[in-house]
T-cell receptor, first 114, second 111 residues
């Protein structure tokens, strides 16, 4: 138990659906992250939030829309996804968005786009 | 960006020490060495990090060579639950550098 929870753990959606992934951290951290892990590929950073402000967006397609209403919650809104977006989506948090801070990951949401 | 080199896989007998090596010959003075692991179907888990001194916590020990060009993660008494992919990562202590996971070492702990 890392103190970072994600829901749902598994999600199957069609290409026309709209869904949201939720992440919550109970560690009192100020930075939160979304990562994508595809099969046989390294972890890819998608978004970084610091104190509810987005500080990094790694050229992620607009069909992925993050939202950070407060420092404990992070959402990833999904719409009109493609089958190649099927992956494990991981949320992480750290005390601050600086490299020296360790990141604590949630269990991930395994997404399948049909 | 292959800043670290790790063996693809290793085996370790249960109860024995697991020593996972990592080469980072191009590490610069302001870069830390981090270790994470990922157990199958779970998110990555932070293990330990260090700059130049050896570090120890409840999970593992990190031994960094004096020239800082390589390091070894030591799990003192490996259990079956330690079977995972272990990632060695170097990052500067400032700036906005993302956490970049390479291919890591797949450690199999055998009963």
């Amino acid at each position: 138990e890392t103190g970072v929870t994600q829901t749902p753990r598994h999600l199957v959606m069609g290409m026309t659906n709209k869904k949201s992934l939720k992440c919550e951290q109970h560690l009192g951290h100020n930075a939160m992250y979304w990562y994508k892990q595809s099969a046989k590929k390294p972890l890819e950073l998608m978004f970084v939030y610091s104190l509810e402000e987005r500080v990094e967006n790694n050229s992620v397609p607009s069909r992925f829309s993050p939202e950070c209403p407060n420092s404990s919650h992070l959402f990833l809104h999904l719409h009109t996804l493609q089958p190649e977006d099927s992956a494990l989506y991981l949320c992480a948090s750290s005390q601050a968005p600086t490299p020296i801070e360790a990141q604590y990951f949630g269990p991930g949401t395994r997404l399948l786009v049909l | 960006d292959a800043k670290t080199t790790q063996p693809t896989s290793m085996d370790c007998a249960e109860g024995r020490a697991a020593n996972l090596p990592c080469n980072h010959s191009t590490i610069s003075g302001n870069e830390y060495v981090y270790w994470y692991r990922q157990i199958h179907s779970q998110g990555p888990q932070y293990i330990i990090h260090g700059l130049k001194n050896n570090e120890t916590n409840e999970m593992a020990s990190l031994i960094i060579t004096e020239d800082r060009k390589s390091s070894t993660l030591i799990l003192p008494h490996a259990t079956l639950r330690d079977t995972a992919v272990y990632y060695c990562i170097v990052r500067p202590h400032s700036g906005n550098t993302p956490l970049v996971f390479g291919k890591g070492t797949r450690l199999s702990v055998i009963a």
